[in-house]
């Protein structure tokens, strides 16, 4: 019998540890010396990386979602051969059936 190890903690993933490793960098560039500097510096990373991460994620998202339209309209494509490939084999059946 194997033992299951839990590499994370319920509610983290490796994008939390990515995310507070990108902050504490940020935090203690400068140094900190009571805790609501800590608490403050905290708060202010936050604020910079979620301003930031937007920004790039709204740079980000067009080429994604053109890449996206483009993987549709190519399965879409797909589909209707498909489709028309099954109606064609229909009358073939069909008509196949009837001159027996």
């Known amino acids: 019998m194997g033992v299951k190890i839990q590499l994370f903690e319920v509610g983290l993933s490796p994008l939390d540890f990515c995310l507070w490793g990108w902050i504490k960098s940020e935090i203690y560039k400068e140094k900190v010396n009571t805790r609501d500097e800590l608490v403050a510096s905290i708060m202010n990373s936050a604020a910079l990386m979620k301003q930031e991460r ?7 998202h067009v080429p994604l979602l053109r ?3 483009c993987a549709l309209k190519s ?3 797909f589909l209707n051969t498909y489709f028309e490939l099954l109606q064609f084999i229909e009358i073939i059946y069909i008509t196949n059936k009837c001159n027996q």
């Open 67 to 69: 890449e996206l339209k």
């Open 75 to 77: 399965v879409v494509g």
């Open 54 to 60: 937007q920004d790039d994620l709204r740079r980000a």
